[in-house]
């Protein structure tokens, strides 16, 4: 099984992706996950990537690509890739990746979610900087600890209200046409991203029983 989950910023593809590691025997590629990694290392790349990412851009189509290439390698576990791809470009570098490599994605599924809840699921989001929970707070759950870890929780610099709306602006421009490049392949799902995340893992567990 290799899952390309899909959506829009604060969709819901990493709170679906750690429930999907607690059911299935995968492995977790964020992309997301791992440029805020290299920016946290302090290296000459993270500094570059920092000034894209936090500005809500895209990082070059060329470099994620080569560093996916090298994560998708280093495992023989089907794989759940989240952020990947994002525009065309590297649709297409996937489709022939795997073509390379003797695999398959077999799933692509998109997390459908109303674009003016966005805003507010970013901006009252949360990760543990120990386990990379996430965390939704707000006045239900104030918390400033990780419930999981006890890990300190963070913001990520890019989930401030206009950034939200920046990398809205890329989703609907770069990524959109990603669901296009794959709603004809029969391997493209929607489920609505707009229901507890228990229901829309109910959910996208029953298209991976089919
Ligand atoms: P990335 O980290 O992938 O960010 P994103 O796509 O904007 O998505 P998010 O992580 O914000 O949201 P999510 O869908 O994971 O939602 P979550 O589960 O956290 O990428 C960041 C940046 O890196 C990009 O902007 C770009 O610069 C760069 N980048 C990454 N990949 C790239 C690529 N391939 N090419 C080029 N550049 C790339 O949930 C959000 C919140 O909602 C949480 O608080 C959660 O608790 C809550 N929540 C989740 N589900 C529900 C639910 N069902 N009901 C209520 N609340 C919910
Ligand atoms: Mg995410």
């Known amino acids: 099984m290799n899952i390309i989950l899909m959506g829009c910023p604060g969709a819901g593809k990493g709170t679906q992706s750690a429930k999907l590691l607690q059911t299935f025997p995968l492995h977790h590629i964020s992309t997301g996950d791992v440029l805020r990694a290299e920016m946290a290392s302090g290296s000459a790349l993270g500094k570059q990537i920092a000034e894209i990412v936090n500005q809500g851009n895209l990082v070059p189509d060329e470099l994620m690509i080569t560093m996916l290439e090298n994560i998708v390698k280093s495992t023989d576990k089907g794989i ?117 995340p228990e229901k829309v893992f109910e959910d996208i567990q029953k298209i991976l029983e089919k």
């Open 80 to 196: 759940i890739f989240d952020g990947f791809p994002r525009t065309v470009a590297q649709a297409e570098a996937l489709d022939a990746m795997m073509k390379r490599l003797q695999r398959e994605i077999t799933h692509v599924i998109m997390i459908d979610l109303p674009q003016e809840e966005v805003v507010n699921r970013i901006c009252s989001r949360k990760q543990c900087k120990q386990c990379k929970a996430i965390v939704r707070v707000d006045e239900k759950n104030p918390a400033e600890k990780c419930a999981a870890c006890g890990g300190e929780l963070y913001t990520r610099p890019d989930d401030t209200p206009e950034k939200a709306a920046r990398r809205l602006e890329v989703y609907r421009n770069s990524t959109l046409p990603v669901k296009t490049y794959y709603q004809n392949s029969g391997k493209y799902v929607e489920v609505n991203g707009n229901q507890t």
